[in-house]
């Protein structure tokens, strides 16, 4: 299976600040880019364990005793490391881009540029599936999630425009569902558009925003005393969640105050935001929207 080069490789490894003989998580194994670069930094006694629901995935599985692919979503990560034996952790590594696999798939429905059945599932075990999102949610779910995770001015028309097109004829395939948005695909905007669309549908489809907040509440229980958190994010809703929870170990309001009127945090951030420079973005255009951020236990 072909998969990109790992967004920010050696930025992403060095914030986890490796231990030659530490344990380490890489919960979006993907192509295995990430796991390589930690691998290639430990020694013969540490450990790494990657996390895929995506059965695609499994294929890049990596030959070394010190490695362990388990097959299923990060929001279950601590409960699958205790199966483990694995109650704490020097580093957790996040990368939550759609491998450029998914995207190159026509089948799987994430990509703009072929015709293909509404899917968008990351588990293909899921029974919530793009279809169901365009062709049985309500108008004002739809508009919702299209403001909210497309962040699309016209969300209410677009979601309105969906609901005319499917009392007619259920929209089963991209093609029909560009069809029913085409007054909104203006010829110089349609890709970005578009992009934005699906990127609303994908994000409803995998829960990926409750899942995001379910993984990033594990984080703390999970790391050792000084351990390191390294995370990607594309999207502004992403980051904003994975910012507000390294400053304030919560996703909304403010933590309270410990005796001596600090900040009672579990995280502290490491350097600032890091972002892929001009000539990783030339080289790989999906980049662009990268961001990351460290941060470590305190």
Avoid at 205 to 222: D, G, R, S, W
Avoid at 234 to 256: A, Q, T
Wanted: without cysteine; hydrophobic residues 40%.
């Amino acid at each position: 299976m072909e998969y990109h080069n790992p967004v920010l490789l050696k930025e992403t490894v060095d914030g986890l600040n490796i231990k030659e003989d530490g344990i380490y998580v890489d919960v979006t194994f993907g192509g295995g880019g990430h796991s390589k670069e930690i691998l290639n930094r430990l020694g013969s006694n540490g450990r790494l364990f990657a996390f895929d629901q995506d059965p695609d995935a499994l294929a890049n599985t990596l030959p070394d005793n010190r490695f362990t692919l388990i097959h299923e979503n990060f929001e279950f990560m601590k409960r699958f490391l205790r199966f483990y034996g694995v109650k704490k952790v020097d580093g957790i590594l996040a990368d939550f881009g759609v491998s450029s696999h998914q995207f190159d798939v026509a089948e799987r429905g994430f990509s703009t540029r072929f015709e293909a059945d509404l899917d968008m599932r990351m588990n293909q075990k899921s029974t919530l599936s793009a279809y169901h999102v365009v062709n049985e949610y309500a108008e004002t779910e739809i508009s919702k999630l299209l403001w909210q995770y497309g962040e699309l001015r016209q969300a209410k028309a677009m979601a309105q425009a969906i609901v005319t097109y499917r009392e007619e004829a259920l929209i089963i395939t991209t093609e029909q569902l560009k069809t029913a948005l085409k007054p909104f695909l203006q010829h110089r905007k349609e890709n970005k558009v578009l992009a934005q669309i699906y990127q609303a549908i994908r994000i409803e489809v995998n829960q990926e925003i409750e899942v995001l907040k379910k993984f990033l509440i594990q984080v703390p229980e999970v790391l050792v005393v000084g351990g390191r958190l390294s995370v990607i994010s594309y999207h502004s809703l992403e980051d904003r969640l994975v910012k507000r929870f390294i400053r304030n170990g919560l996703f909304e309001g403010e933590p309270e105050r410990d005796m001596y009127g600090n900040f009672d945090v579990p995280l502290k951030k490491v350097g600032g935001l890091i972002v892929p420079s001009a000539a990783e973005i030339k080289l790989n255009n999906r980049a662009r929207s990268a961001k990351l951020r460290i941060a470590k236990k305190i």
